[in-house]
Structures are given as C-alpha cells and as structure tokens.
C-alpha cells in the first residue's frame, strides 16, 4: 500500500483524463449511432449500404486495430501533407485524446447503430398514428411520440455500450495517453510493483463501470416510472 | 354415488397458502375418493389453480396437511418426484416440449423416471396416442399441431406415467372454441373409464354430465360442495347462486 | 497519395504467418472459457449463497474492468507474487502464451456464463413445470428440458461473443505475442506504412469474422427446425 503514496494524485489525474476520453466519445458515440441508424432506417439505398458497410467494418476489427490505424494513419498524413509546407517537420499527430477518442467512437457507434435501429422499429406504430390523427405534425409525432418510446427501448443495451466505451479508453494508452495505464507503468517503473498497479488500475475501472451501472439503472427506473404506477 | 367403503385418493385438511400478504388458501378441506370426478369452479382469483397445484405440490402449501396416495406431502425431495410419477397434471398452456416431437414428448418421463425400455415406452406412447385420436401426429413437432391437438398430446403425456389421479388446470381455457369438444370428449372417456380427476374449469355442460361432485371456491375457501344437481338447481350459498347466474347467463 | 500495393503483397502473407497463434489463443480461449462458464452457471442458480456469490463478484470484476487491464495483471503482475513464482504454474504464467490464454479464458467466462444464464432464464417456467409434474428430478429437468431450449436462445449472443473474443485475440500484441497483429505492427514500425498494412490486416479480420457468422447461423439454422415448420 506504501508504494501507492506519491502517485496518488497522478492516478487521480489519470482518472480524471479517462472521464474525459469517456464523455468526448460518448457524445460522438451517440451522434454516430443516431445518424448511422437513420442511414439504415432511410429509403436511400447508398446511404443503407454505407452504413451497413460502417457497422460491418467496425464490428468486424479488432478495436486496438482500429486505434492503432486511425492513429498512425493520421500522423503520416498529416506528416506527409505538413512536410509540404516545410520539410524540416519530422512528425506531427493528431492528439492522442482526439484519435483515440473518435476511434473508439467509432467502434462503439457501429454498435450504437444497431441498437437505435432496433429501438426506432420497436415503436408500436399504433401510437404513431394515434399522434397524426390527433394533428400532430410529422416532427412533433418524432419528439414527443417516437424518441420517448424509442429511448425507453434503447437504454437497456445502450448501457452495455457505455460500458464498452469505458473499457476500450483503456487502450489509448497505448497511442501514449497519458491515463491511468500510463500513470501504472511510470509508477511501475520508480516501485517495481507491477501487481499492485495493474490492481489499482483495476479497481478504478471497476469504479467507473459501477457508476455506469448504477446510473443506468435509475435511468431505466425512471424511463419505466408510468409502468411502476401500474402494479 | 358415494362409496364411504373405497380409499381416499387425495386428503387434504385445513390447508392453507400465502403468497407473500396475500391468503390463497383458506383452511380449505377436501376428501377425493378413489373413482371421484371433481370439477373445481369459481371466480378468478379464488385459489382454484393454487389447490391443485399443492396437490402434486408445484405449489407448497404452509400449514395443513395433503396426503397424496398414501403419501403425505413435505419437504423430503425423494418423495416428490415418486408422487408426481403418480399424479398427472395438464396445463391451460398445454406445455408441450417444443425441441421433441410428440412421440419423443411422451416417452420422456417414461423411460427417465419408470426407466422403460425405448421399445415399451413407445408402445405406451402409441397406446395413448390412439386413445387421444391422433396417432398419425407422432413425429411431428407441438408447433405443427393446432391447440385442440396439442392438448389431446399432453393429456395423452400425462396417461403413459400410469397415473392415479388426473388434474386438469383449465384444460381449454385457453383453446379456440371449435376446438374446446375434442379436448372435452376426451376427458370424458377417461372419466368413464374410472379415473380420479379434479378439473378446474368453467365448462358447465362438462360438470354436469362427468362430475360426481362440484366445489365451488371464492376467496380461498371452499364454499359449496354437491353433486351436479344439487350444485346446478339447488345452490344452497349465496355466493355461489352470484357466481352460477353470472356464468350460466352466457 | 499513393497504395503501395506491393508492399500489400508482400505484408499479407507474413500476417497470415501469425493466423496460427491467432486460432490457438481463440481455440483455446473458447473452449476452456466455455468450461469455465458452464461451472459458473452451475454454480449461479445452484441456489446455495456460498457458491452464487462468489460467482456473481467474479462476473462483476471480469465484466467491468477493461480486458487489457486484466492481461496486464497477469502477464507483468503476477510475477511481483512469491507464491506465483514459486507454483508449480509458473512455466505456464512465465510465458506471454499462457497469460494470454489465461486472461482471455477467464474474461470470455464470465461473459458466456451470463450469456448462457440468460438462456436458461429464457426457457418457459411452464415446461420446467410440466417436467416436474412428469416426476422428472431436478437434475433430468435440467439436462433434457432445459438446457437444449437454453443452448438455442443463447446461440445469437454467443456468436457475438466469439467474435469478441477473436478480436480480443490482437491484444495479446501488447505482450509481446507475434499473432496477425503482432506481425503488422513490427511491419508498420519497419516500414512507416500505417494504411497499407493496418487496411490489409482488418480486412483478414473481416472475413475470419464473416466465417465465424456463418458457422454460427447454420449452426442456429440446425437447431430451429422444430420451430414453425412451414408444413
């Protein structure tokens, strides 16, 4: 336990940088499931295949694969493109917190994609054409009828994919983010106890995903609260 | 009719059941004698189903004692399953094993729990599909027969255990009307060939013609009992001359 | 920009060179995962608090914390434990394949077991009610009735779940383990070719997904053909 002390604010810093990565994402997450599902659910048959093509490839790849390509493909071009302007620039990147962050977006979205589409079908389009007959627009049908019915479906898997995302921040590490796993291997390196580390690491993502859980779960109950008033 | 000489198959005295707050047994007695037909009726909710099923105890009663065959219901697991071999129930949803087909659905329990060899028990199996009139349905699949059909299949399932007595939890309840005849006949012909039965139900016309007696259950309790023309033309409580005007109005 | 297609060429065949070690820490992460999981279940409903406990913690660690964190833990903590160099696993646990092996198997556990308890939860308490009322024991119901129904409802979640763990195979690259994503990255490094390589590796990836989708249908296919036979 000893060996913790000094490091803990650095891990603290590190977990502060993790919620960061995690809400970043989280937001891109649910921009790229919300217009990937409406690719999916439109009449256009480009925009169906290129979505389809979107979820089959990110669901398909490995996501260090995804990481490690968006973000080494990134520098080269840049690199490549800076080098144009002046050829004394050996290596620019884009942040490791905004590669990453878009890539594992990305990912997530892909499955988020899914999950909406779904969702947005398991509206009873009975209660859709109560809200027109009633005279109400197209878009006030969408707000008020569709999204409130379609976000009661979506929360429960949409969860799991927030739990996902925290755990895949894990890997930015690896493209040298400087999170908690970074913050581990410095420590490892001045302490030489590895195990204790990787625990500590361990126990702050366990942290994390509970207060995901938790968060989910009052969410649901107050999604489901007409349905509780039932019994 | 009653034959105060032959055994009883099924004692139960002051049995009670609570699900959580709630009674669902009230101090509920009951004598069936080897050879009675019983039809229990009553509103929803009167622990009808909840009484039957104690009987092979899907349901486990609280206080009281049930004496099955001989054999008084408690905890001791081994007991269980030897007196359930002994006690067929049929469902309101049939419950068919969707993965078998119907001949591999009533040789099951057979050669598991009576250990029968597959020769004997697809004799049995056969014998009962016969008796339930659909033989030629054996190696289909439940979900390629009709309500009525698959109903006839889990009396038949029921009958290759051998058993002493037959419950019935609202056998057509839940059938399309055109089909509720096929599932009665069949009832019938097995009450005339002597079996005990206790049958919850709402259809009258079957009380009337198969029951020896009929019981009458509201809130937990057993309010009348009496063969079919006393129960039908002289209801004795009030509750159940309610009961038997809203029905029989229909 | 240009596509080295030679270096394409060239790449492919020395990733496939890593497809072996690929398989193996999917093999048999899968199927000791799958043992794994079948005794967690076991143990989940067995009823008893000593043995539901446990399992449901272990679940809950294995589930919320990020499964590079879990190979870490293995793979560069282990060794700072006495008692672990000391047992008779050490030549197992020394070697990056074994850890691997271990993280991966103890991950796919826990998410297989819930995967499967969702199955067994699926299967219609009417006919564990009609087994029962046949007089079948408790261990028949199981065996007979409920586990073919279970397997059935299980099989879509647990396709995703390989696939998952396929993917999870490339983070054994982080251990220095020379699998598909091994080899690609120690080419990448050679040769600065982020896009050539990476594009070529996920689209391996891409197919050895599509197989295993297709395995996994035929397999669902097989035993569905009880259900609503258009007769």
Known sequence: MEDITGWWDDFFWGSVAVAQIFVTALIMTVLFG???????????????????????????????????????????????????FDPEIKFI?????????????????????????GAFLGVEPGQVEAGRALGLSGLQTFIYVRVPAMWRLALPPFGNHMLSLIKDTALISIIGMQETLFVAEQAIGTTGKPFTMYILVGVIYLGFSTVITLSVMMLEKYANRHLEAAR | MSDTGRANAIEMENVNKFFGGFQALKNVSLSVKVGERIVVCGPSGSG??????????????????????????????????????????VFQSFNLFPHLTIIQNLML???LVRKSSKSEARDTAMKYLERVKIPEQADKYPSQLSGGQQQRVAIARALCMNPLVMLFDEPTSALDPEMISEVLDVMTDLAREGMTMICVTHEMGF???????????????????????????????????????????? | MTFDFALIADSIPKMLMGIGLTFQLLFLSAVLGLVLAITLLLMRISGRWYLSVPTMVYIYIFRGTPILVQIFIIYYGLPQLEFVRDSIFWPILREPFGCAVLALTLNTGAYVSEILRGGVLGVDRGLKEAGAALGLSARHRLVYITAPIAIRLA?????????????????????????????????????????EVFISLMVIYLVLTWMIQRSFGWMEKRMSRHIKVEA
């Open chain 1, 34 to 84: 919300l217009i990937g599902a409406a690719a999916k659910l439109s009449k256009s048959p480009v925009a169906k295949s290129i979505a389809s093509g979107y979820t089959i490839v990110f669901r398909g790849t490995p996501e260090i694969l995804v990481l490690l390509l968006f973000y080494f493909g990134s520098a080269v071009t840049l690199t490549a493109i800076a080098q144009i």
């Open chain 1, 93 to 117: 990147d884009i942040p490791p917190f905004w590669a990453g962050s878009l890539a594992i977006a990305l990912i997530v979205g892909s499955y988020a994609t899914e999950t909406f589409r």
């Open chain 2, 48 to 89: 009808k189903s909840t009484l039957i099923r104690c009987i092979n105890r899907l349901e486990e009663h609280d206080s009281g004692k049930i004496v099955v065959n001989g054999h008084e219901l408690t905890g001791a697991v081994k007991d269980i399953d030897a007196v359930r071999s002994e006690v067929g129930m």
């Open chain 2, 109 to 111: 329990a057979p050669r």
């Open chain 2, 207 to 250: 009380a009337r013609s198969v029951a020896d007696n009929v019981v009458f259950m509201d809130y937990g309790e057993i309010v009348e009992m009496n063969p079919p023309e006393e129960f039908f033309d002289h209801p004795r409580n009030e509750r159940t001359k309610l009961f038997l005007s809203q029905i029989l109005s229909h």
């Open chain 3, 155 to 195: 099989l879509p979640a647990y396709s995703n779940d390989v696939i998952s763990l396929m993917k999870s195979t490339a983070l054994a690259s982080t251990i220095t383990l020379l699998d598909m994503m091994g080899i690609a990255r120690t080419i990448v490094a050679e040769t600065y070719a982020p896009y």
